[in-house]
């Protein structure tokens, strides 16, 4: 497994370290005259690039020749270690269903104004709106 820190420092030139994790070289994307190029060792092994010359790090990355993912330390390849990506969190019917209750008090206050005041105001049908695009998407949830 290569470190993202030896993936990028071979690349660059005048590395020097200047604490722990903590390195300065030329900015292999600028003309860089003076080392201005901060590299830095997070704890989780994430590389963290900053040129004071003002390149972005994707500049920097593309000049060293390797990609983004060079940043970020090899997930380990065993299975149930790592970061899996969670599943679409479903909507609970109770939860859906308390919506959709509280939404339709709410057409039904407005609607109760409505006829009281003969109009409606640009809040309230606002609030109707939202109203309306809640009980679609729950819906929408129900059909997945
Ligand atoms: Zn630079």
New binding site residues.
């Given amino acids: 497994m290569t470190t993202p820190i030896e993936k990028v420092l071979p690349h660059l030139t005048r590395v020097k370290r200047t604490a722990p994790g903590k390195w300065i070289a030329c ?1 292999p ?2 003309e ?1 005259k003076s080392p ?2 901060s590299i830095r060792e997070m704890d989780d092994g994430r590389l963290l690039l900053h ?1 004071f ?3 972005a790090v994707e ?2 990355i593309g000049a060293v020749g390797v990609d983004m993912t060079a940043l970020f330390p090899e997930r380990p390849s065993t299975p149930g270690a790592g970061a899996k990506p969670q599943p679409l969190q479903r909507l609970p019917a109770s939860q859906a269903i308390e919506i959709l209750e509280s939404e339709t008090m709410v057409v039904a206050v407005i609607g109760g104004d409505m006829v009281r005041k003969k109009v409606i105001n640009e809040i309230d049908h606002r609030r109707l709106i939202q109203a309306v695009s809640r009980v679609q998407f729950i819906a929408q949830e129900a059909k997945r």
């Fill in positions: 900015c994307a600028h860089d201005s190029l040129c010359g003002g390149c500049e920097v």
